[in-house]
């Protein structure tokens, strides 16, 4: 089978039990783009039985409230698209006002250039990512 997630980690690796991971995706405008990875190869949330998707909705809703409490986002996008992919997969994404795409997805057109102000709150999210990947570590292991 020719699927990446399969493959191997799918960015750098912050916890892992059995059944999921959560990675920092390498996104270098969004250096706090987090993704949590279911990590048997299914499609869709609905071939998982009832229990198993809200054990991965807490997952991924556990990731979100660690970048609210730690990076102050303006807005938290929540994403599972696996069109390119298709392994069961949230992209869990903290946004602010002034970050390249805003109001856009991030896979959008840019709304502004690499200018000062989008390089400023890069450099302060990436200054908090310490924090945040400590913050991850704590909240999931050994599991939420
Ligand atoms: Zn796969």
Known sequence: MDCPLCADDGGTLVARTREWRVVLA???????????????????????????????????????QVQRAVLWPDKINLASFGNLVPHLHWHVIPRWHDDRHFPEPVWGRATVG???????????????????????????????
């Open 26 to 64: 390498a996104e270098p405008d969004y250096p706090a783009f987090t993704r949590v990875i279911w990590n048997a190869h299914v499609a869709e949330m609905s071939d998982l039985d009832a229990a198993t998707c809200a054990a991965l909705m807490r997952v991924v809703l556990a990731v979100e």
């Open 114 to 144: 690499r200018d000062a102000a989008v390089e400023a709150r890069r450099a302060s999210v990436a200054a908090r990512l310490p924090t945040y990947l400590e913050a991850l570590v704590q909240t999931l292991h050994p599991g939420v």
